[in-house]
């Protein structure tokens, strides 16, 4: 298909975001499950938005984070060390407690 043929894809696919998240976020799980690469794009571009840390990064991808931490450096993706301000170190310190 064309990027004009899949416009009408994407544009439902907000819509459909918007009145049944809970649809549009089954599949998406089923797809994170069912496709390494799609897995993969979409827990890279949450790490890179700082909306996962390295650690759930490797988790979601089911590896080690130093296995990730290597791989993020052969292929040129930024590494976030350390909290990025209070909110965070207080979760992650949260996190180690429990």
Request: charged share 30%; hydrophobic share 45%; no cysteine.
């Amino acid at each position: 298909m064309t990027e004009q043929e899949n416009s009408w894809i994407h544009r439902q696919l907000e819509r459909l975001a918007e009145t049944r998240p809970d649809l549009v976020e089954a599949i998406v799980q089923r797809a994170m499950l069912q496709d390494s690469e799609f897995r993969w794009a979409m827990v890279v571009g949450a790490y890179l938005d700082g909306q996962i840390n390295l650690g759930k990064a490797a988790e979601l991808l089911g590896m080690h984070r130093i296995e990730l931490q290597r791989l993020f450096l052969e292929k040129g993706i930024p590494l976030r060390m350390g909290p990025e301000d209070t909110a965070e170190a207080l979760a992650e310190a949260k996190a180690w407690s429990t």
